[in-house]
């Protein structure tokens, strides 16, 4: 028995792309790092959506007029979940005044959360973070005489990534 694997299905726009799947409050990965690679024309249709209240995952946010900093000048994000901010004036301000909850991971931990909740394993122990701020209110376990602490696997409602073509397996292509 074998499968037929059909082709990816091509949108003609990143609002066509994202129609009937954005409401307030979801969860969105966001690809890129620094701001190489950023989904540039999917952020904009999120911005230019209005949806609101968004948990934004990515490492890092933007800056202020570029990537994820559009979503954080409209105030549609509400929380970061984020291994670097520090060019993002907009971001301070937010935090700073309450207005923006935050959960800062190493990097290597976030990629390790996403890679997690991609595989289905709920969460994970490791050695990173252990007696810093980033273990504060996470369960921590000694094993060996060394502190490890627990970390939750990451999945999103929508994942947003910059490509031209997708591997034709289940994603989408945008023309």
């Known amino acids: 028995m074998s499968a037929?694997?059909?082709g990816p299905k091509v949108?003609?726009?990143a609002p066509d792309a994202l129609a009937g799947l954005l409401r307030d409050g979801i969860s969105v990965m966001s690809g890129g790092f620094g701001l190489c690679g950023l989904p540039e024309n999917l952020i904009?249709?999120?911005r230019d959506s209005g949806v609101r209240a968004?948990?934004?995952i990515s490492n890092n946010a933007g800056v202020d007029d570029f990537g994820l900093g559009l979503l954080l000048k409209t105030r549609q994000i509400a929380r970061m979940i984020s291994s670097?901010?520090?060019e993002n004036r907009e971001f301070e301000r937010q935090y700073l005044a309450g207005e923006l909850e935050i959960e800062f991971n190493p990097q290597g931990t976030l990629a390790e959360r996403i890679?997690?909740?991609?595989a289905g394993i709920w969460g994970f122990y490791t050695r990173t973070g252990?007696?810093?701020?980033?273990?504060?209110?996470k369960?921590?376990?000694?094993?060996?005489g060394l502190t490890y602490v627990l970390e939750t696997g990451l999945t999103a409602d929508l994942a947003l990534v910059k490509a031209w073509r997708d591997d034709g397996m289940q994603g989408l292509e945008i023309a």
Do not use: D, F, I, Q
């Open 11 to 13: 949108y003609a726009s």
């Open 4 to 6: 037929h694997v059909h």
């Open 115 to 118: 890679r997690a909740g991609g």
């Open 44 to 46: 904009l249709a999120l």
């Open 54 to 56: 968004l948990t934004v």
């Open 139 to 144: 369960e921590t376990r000694e094993v060996g």
């Open 84 to 86: 670097y901010v520090g």
């Open 130 to 137: 252990a007696g810093t701020p980033v273990a504060e209110g």
